[in-house]
Every structure is written in C-alpha cells, then in structure tokens.
C-alpha cells in the first residue's frame, strides 16, 4: 500500500492574486485620473497584470505529491510522475527575487525542473523528500 508523504495542491484563484491585482488597477487608475498620466503608458503597465488575470480567470490546478514510491507534479495541462530510485537528488536554487526553484535530477543527471505553482513551502517540502530517502541540495542565490 502506498503512504503519501506529502499531497501539495492549489489553483489560480488566490485571494492574494486578487487583492494584488485591484491593488495595482487602483495605482494605474490614480495615475491616470489623478497625475493624468499618458493612457499609452497606464495601458502597457496594465499588461503586465495580464498573466495574473488569466490565473484567476482559468484557475489552473497544480500541485505534487510525494508518496513512498514516487514523486507526482502537474500543473495546468502538463504532468509527470518519477520513481524515486530514478531520482539522484532535488537542488533547491534560491534565486535573486527570494523564491525557490526547485529541479530534480535525475540518476542520469537529467535535470526536471519544478514549475513553480506546484511547488509547497520549501521547509515542508525539504522535510518529506528527507522522510524519503531522497538528498536534497540547497544553493543560496544562483543566478542561472
């Protein structure tokens, strides 16, 4: 019988996303009425909330589990499944922003990389691969 370790999931639509988002349609409508800022400028700004938008809009699921035999991540359309006796070690890079990215390499060091919605917190995560015998290595900021 399989022992879950770990069952991560969560979904685009985040009240954090949403208040972040009002937060800055809020600023890009007081520059535009207040400052009378030029619309051209408001409008590219504005793109740039595009991606989070679509997150609440299509509220894509993601997640990853780990059990006893394998480590399970989807997010979106996109999944994968890996035993762990293929897996060698997870890096954990700390990037220059404060978050993680999180690749698995593979015992014929390929390298998988995480995507970053499915991923938990870094300390629980650490935690349960330790649980299951897998070595983890963390790297403070790495740039690449």
Not at 25 to 36: G, I, K, R
């Amino acid at each position: 019988m399989t022992q879950h370790l770990l069952d991560h999931r969560a979904n685009g639509r985040n009240p954090r996303t949403a208040l972040a988002l009002i937060g800055v349609w809020a600023v890009l409508a007081l520059l535009l009425v207040v400052f009378q800022a030029a619309p051209l400028i408001v409008g590219g700004l504005g793109l740039f909330t595009l991606p989070a938008l679509w997150d609440l809009v299509s509220n894509r699921g993601s997640g990853l589990r780990v059990t006893d035999q394998d480590l399970h991540w989807f997010s979106g359309a996109k999944a994968d499944t890996i035993p762990l006796p293929r897996i060698k070690t997870v890096r954990l890079d700390r990037r220059l922003d404060l978050s993680y990215r999180v690749s698995v390499v593979l015992r014929d060091d390929r390298r998988i990389r995480l995507p970053q919605d499915c991923v938990p917190a870094i300390d629980r995560l650490e935690e349960v691969l330790h649980k299951a015998g897998i070595a983890v290595e963390r790297h403070p900021f790495s740039l690449l």
